[in-house]
């Protein structure tokens, strides 16, 4: 069993930055099996895929619609991933969810795992 935190959400204006946080924790959570992805769902919309992270290694994806703005890293000495947001648009407004899986980065929601509660991002404009 997995557990994970997210944090870091909150009203932000436009143009500004946000960090997320994701801290996993666990007796079956070894930090090098694991990637780890970060998705969003706006209201009214369904999830999406936003960026994943290799822990071992480092790999990184982010999706196009954030790509050059959002950057996803790890800390491995505290089991916790990182979503740096910068100049946020208001349609970057959302449910930002963290997920773990056991294996290699991917896209697909539903091949992970373990999910967080998810943190709400509101950007004003």
């Known amino acids: 069993q997995v557990q994970l935190v997210a944090s870091g959400g909150g009203l932000v204006q436009a143009g500004r930055s946000v960090r997320l946080s994701c801290v996993a924790s666990?007796?079956?959570?070894?930090?090098?099996?694991?990637?780890m992805g970060w998705f969003r769902q706006a209201p009214g919309k369904e999830r999406e895929f936003v960026a994943t992270?290799?822990?071992?290694?480092?790999?990184?994806l982010v999706a196009d619609s954030v790509k050059g703005r959002f950057t996803i890293s790890r800390d491995n000495t505290k089991n916790t991933v990182y979503l740096q947001m910068n100049s946020l648009k208001p349609e970057d407004t959302a449910a930002y969810y963290c997920?773990?899986?056991?294996?290699?980065?991917?896209?697909?929601?539903?091949?992970?795992?373990?999910w967080g509660q998810g943190t709400q991002v509101t950007i004003s404009s």
């Open positions: 666990g007796p079956t959570f070894t930090f090098s099996r694991f990637a």
């Open positions: 992270i290799q822990l071992l290694g480092g790999t990184t």
């Open positions: 997920a773990t899986k056991i294996g290699g980065i991917s896209v697909r929601q539903d091949e992970y795992d373990y």
